[in-house]
């Protein structure tokens, strides 16, 4: 790996502090690749992707804040990263903090729900209820592509 491209990892992995979050959970989100609408298909791109992932935050974010997601900004913390695998799927890393008061199966239960209310939310996701800061090395691997 390219020096400064190890640089560029290390300082995105200092910034996540891992060591800061409290309840984490590692999620891999899957998306749809086309999706048919009115006016045609569509295919997943890295913008759809992010705004899809934004649309299922902030649903994530109502579920367990309610009104006071809107009214007073109240969000979890999320570190997400996009990835375009090998042979094109496109799909995202995440680390999600979980509220200290909400289970771990009624979290992703909430996820799971969020996610498949999208647009492009696909049935397939991975948890890892105990990761540790070799997902956040994972995640920050230089693309495939």
């Avoid at 640089?7 to 959970?25: A, E, G, K």
């Avoid at 006016?39 to 974010?61: A, K, V």
Wanted: one cysteine or more; proline letters at 6%.
């Amino acid at each position: 790996m390219p020096p400064d491209i190890s640089r560029l990892r290390q300082s995105i992995i200092d910034f996540v502090d891992f060591p800061s979050w409290r309840n984490p959970i590692a999620v891999t989100l899957t998306l749809k690749q086309r999706i048919t609408t009115l006016g045609g298909t569509l295919s997943i791109n890295r913008d759809r992707c992010s705004q899809n992932f934004h649309h299922f935050l902030n649903r994530l974010n109502r579920q367990l804040f309610g009104n006071g997601a809107r009214r007073y900004g109240k969000s979890i913390p999320v570190f997400p990263v996009i990835e375009e695998s090998a042979d094109s799927r496109i799909h995202i890393h995440s680390l999600i903090q979980r509220p200290e008061n909400v289970s771990i199966e009624e979290y992703k239960a909430l996820i799971t729900h969020s996610w498949k209310e999208t647009d492009w939310g696909y049935n397939h996701m991975h948890f890892d209820e105990s990761p540790n800061e070799g997902w956040i090395w994972y995640m920050t691997k230089p693309s495939q592509k």
